[in-house]
């Protein structure tokens, strides 16, 4: 099967940066589109960002400008470049796939396990 392996997360000072990565690995034909949720205490799951396979992004208001994602499609990776972190953005950030494993040939939606991003002095 298909695991996403994430890594980057950690303490922050406000105004500071982080990068997220998250690995797509296993048996995989193929991966879509990719991007990053967050999770905040108390909070339902937002979408952070979002990149599709040909390159084309997206993101939530409160981080444009601020949050880029890209990714390397040889590698099936995705990473999350968050610069000028506010307190506002501390949750837990899970990675997304959707991807076709060769087992089945079939699109699956695919989450990892999160990382922890805290902002605080």
């Known amino acids: 099967q298909v695991q996403l392996v994430e890594s980057g997360g950690g303490l922050v000072q406000p105004g500071g940066s982080l990068r997220l990565s998250c690995a797509a690995s296993?048996?995989?034909?193929?991966?879509?589109?990719m991007g990053w949720y967050r999770q905040a205490p108390g909070k339902q799951r937002e979408l952070v960002a979002a990149?599709?396979?040909?390159?084309?992004?997206n993101y939530a208001d409160s981080v444009k400008g601020r949050f880029t994602i890209s990714r390397d499609n040889a590698k099936n990776t995705v990473y999350l470049q968050m610069n000028s972190l506010k307190p506002e953005d501390t949750a837990v950030y899970y990675c997304?796939?959707?991807?076709?494993?060769?087992?089945?040939?079939?699109?699956?939606?695919?989450w990892g396990q999160g990382t922890q991003v805290t902002v605080s002095l």
């Open positions: 990149i599709a396979s040909g390159g084309s992004t």
């Open positions: 997304n796939a959707h991807g076709v494993p060769i087992a089945t040939k079939t699109l699956e939606n695919y």
């Open positions: 296993g048996s995989i034909f193929s991966i879509y589109n």
